[in-house]
T-cell receptor, first 113, second 113 residues
Framework: DAKTTQPNSMESNEEEPVHLPCNHS???????IHWYRQLPSQGPEYVIH???SNVNNRMASLAIAEDRKSSTLILHRATLRDAAVYYC??????????????FGKGTKLTVNP | GAVVSQHPSRVICKSGTSVKIECRSL??????MFWYRQFPKQSLMLMAT?????????EQGVEKDKFLINHASLTLSTLTVTSAHPEDSSFYIC?????????FGEGSWLTVV
């Protein structure tokens, strides 16, 4: 499985931007980069995904390095509700065309009021 | 986004009994669903891939006779923990793919006493 490396934890202040880094040096050409977040006692929530180009949606932006070996999830204005564990995942294509997500340890984001 | 629902959200069972957890895709059909387990303060661990109309594919180290998976329809997969023991107490989460994105259920807490 292609692996990702993220810092164990990060801290931010409310209403400030947050940049969550992820390294994935063994990414293959067809791997998508997915970001999920998980609040306590809840299932993971989809945040964003991309392949090569930077992506924006209502929740966040995803900046992907030109060599695709790293990416950064950007929360433009952190709120207390953004406090969660953020997972950067490379989508793993299994045999037969189905796909599974393999989770690493993620980054625990703390947002200070 | 697409909705994946799990039931029950919490269940307590006696040691030695079996318990069933349901995972439904509410507004889409899912030929493939995934089951994860998560212990406190740990990441999600993929247990198995559930395939509609065929046998599930289990990850290495997961006992298929203990964790029975049935995916009898395009909107329902069930996980049955047989002969449950206290060490099976965990947070069980399912997911399903809709388009290019995988969505997760809310999770089911299992406590075996």
């Amino acid at each position: 499985d292609a692996k990702t490396t993220q810092p164990n934890s990060m801290e931010s202040n409310e209403e400030e931007p947050v940049h969550l880094p992820c390294n994935h040096s063994t990414i293959s050409g067809t791997d998508y980069i997915h970001w999920y977040r998980q609040l306590p006692s809840q299932g993971p929530e989809y945040v964003i995904h991309g392949l090569t180009s930077n992506v924006n949606n209502r929740m966040a932006s995803l900046a992907i390095a030109e060599d695709r070996k790293s990416s950064t999830l950007i929360l433009h204005r952190a709120t207390l509700r953004d406090a969660a564990v953020y997972y950067c995942i490379l989508r793993d294509r299994t045999q037969g065309g189905s796909e599974k997500l393999v989770f690493g340890k993620g980054t625990k984001l703390t947002v200070n009021p | 986004g697409a909705v994946v629902s799990q039931h029950p959200s919490r269940v307590i069972c006696k040691s030695g009994t079996s318990v069933k957890i349901e995972c439904r895709s509410l507004d889409f059909q899912a030929t493939t669903m995934f089951w994860y387990r998560q212990f406190p303060k740990q990441s999600l661990m993929l247990m198995a891939t559930s395939n509609e109309g065929s046998k599930a594919t289990y990850e290495q180290g997961v006992e298929k006779d203990k964790f029975l998976i049935n995916h009898a329809s395009l909107t329902l997969s069930t996980l049955t923990v047989t002969s449950a023991h206290p060490e099976d107490s965990s947070f069980y989460i399912c997911s399903a793919r809709f388009g290019n994105t995988i969505y997760f259920g809310e999770g089911s807490w299992l406590t075996v006493v």
